[in-house]
């Protein structure tokens, strides 16, 4: 099943298949730590120092919560590029469908968690009382998110299990786009502040997770599912757990 979206990494020249994947890759991991930076320098400078302050003390939580989600879209991606690669296409739909039970349940499990718990962690360890009530407001949002930050990292770890990386990367860049717009938006214009930040990056990550789904049911073949591909394969399940969230 060939397209201009899926490629076959074991045919052609190995080193220039190494580079033309690897580089928008590569790219993209630059301008995925772009959404941190950005939020630091535009509460730093229009907010003050004891927002950035707030925000940098949920730092350690949002990469926790960030990890799993990245992890969960490498282990999604092996699998499946396990499955391109055998060129059994069947399991590389059925694996895609069963992803998505994965990210949804994992997403929301963290949601739920960090929703409810942002505050109680947060004093756990000792965030001082003054930058506590911005920090939790901020972690909050973030989690609520986290669903959304999932559902993009496994649909970006698909469409490049099966070849295609450039896709995701430009989704990325233009979502780093948005956020550079709302980050200013919320916090100049509707004085939002720290929270404004949460809530220009949560969507501007609505806007990648949008993006690459809509482009894969559009051009990616292997989004086009049956009935018969979305049955729940439990093997396949707890195969992206294992992978994706290490247990040693």
Known sequence: MATNYVHDM????????????????LIGNIFQQLYNVINSIVVG???GASALAAVGATGSLSWLFSSIC?????GIGIIISQYFGAKKEAYVKKAIANSIY?????GAIMSIFGVIFARPVLQLLNTPAEILNN???FLRIICAGMIIMAAYNAVASILMALGDSK???KVLIFSCAVNVVLDLIFVLKFGLGVAGTAYATVTSQAVAAL???????LKNPYFKLSREHLKINWPIIIKCIKIGIPQD
């Open 167 to 169: 896709t995701p990367l």
């Open 45 to 47: 400078k229009f907010i």
């Open 102 to 106: 994965v990210i949804v349940a994992s």
């Open 70 to 74: 990245i992890g969960l879209g490498v």
């Open 135 to 137: 920090a939790a407001a």
């Open 211 to 217: 993006g690459c789904i809509g482009f894969a049911l």
């Open 10 to 25: 074991t045919e052609g020249n190995e080193i220039s298949l190494l580079v033309k994947f690897s580089l928008p890759m």
